[in-house]
């Protein structure tokens, strides 16, 4: 489906077949030289097709398109190298550069593995969890080379005229773009309207929490009229939005310190024991991909408390504990 977001401003859905997240929101905004696509799906044929049916439905001539990625996740990385040509330019955050290039090697996934394994994932369900993760299976699978994306960098496109602005947290180097005539947000999945981003744990950053709090509050600062959300439906009250997600981070916070009342526990076991929207009997029947996010969702929580004092981690027998200071 193709929308008509403001002149020359495009969403264009592309599905993401069973997952919970239905769909990518890849934005195209055309220009008079060059056009700009922000964000593209999954490295998969569904995904392919309905992107590129999308463009040709526009007249996009992708030798005179760049691209830019709001953060390194496959749903909006993945087509990144089907998408451009010789002749674009592919814009990314810092960090989230590294990682996109990073997500098509070995040595990235057995990382991940290893800590995970470290708080408490199971290790005979890793392999499972590892071959099941979207980020492995439909990552854009070569190098590429970014032009990098920094605080209040500008990149024009026809009348518009977009300012970075560096939001770490959902991923370390995740940025957002800001129009200021227009006042509208393009805001990845910075801030999603019916959904909470997940704040995974990445060696990478200290705190993914409190620099994502921090990243709101920095937001929620500005003049915006209109948020353009990686998934599912526009904003038109960021200030609500950002409301209710500090409201729900400050309910999961209590919720975990609720949990490590009752003494020593891993990353995994305290997921265990959270809430979490998602249709199933009990923890055991999370699918493994799943898991992995809860675990990662976990862990920055714990580790919030860890930054302000209020928990202590433990190390034993190459596992990571969690306890009440």
Partial sequence: MIIEVMPDIYR???????????????????????????DTGWN??????ALFAGLARLDVNLEKTDILLTHVHADHSGLTAAVATEKSTLYCGEIDA?????TG?????????VMLGFYGFPLEDLPDAMRAHPGRRYNPGIQQVFAILKENDVIEVGDYHFTCVETPGHTPGHICLYEPENKILVSG???LDDITPNITFEKRIGD???HYLHSL???????????????RRFIDNIHKRIYELKHHHEHRLNEVLDILGTGLRDAYQIAGKMTWDITCKNWGHFPPAQKVFAVGEAVTHLEYFRHIGKVRKVENQGRAFYELV
């Fill in 208 to 210: 993914p929490l409190g």
């Fill in 44 to 49: 998969r044929e569904e995904s392919k097709r």
């Fill in 189 to 191: 999945d910075h801030v």
């Fill in 98 to 102: 590294e990682l996109v290039n990073a």
């Fill in 217 to 231: 509050d920095k937001i929620d600062q500005m003049d915006i009229n209109l948020v353009l959300p990686g998934h």
């Fill in 12 to 38: 264009i859905e592309v599905p993401l077949p069973r997952s919970p997240l239905k769909a990518t929101n890849s934005y195209l905004v055309k220009g008079r030289e060059r056009n700009l696509l922000i």
């Fill in 105 to 113: 090697t070995t040595n990235y996934w057995s990382d991940i593995g």
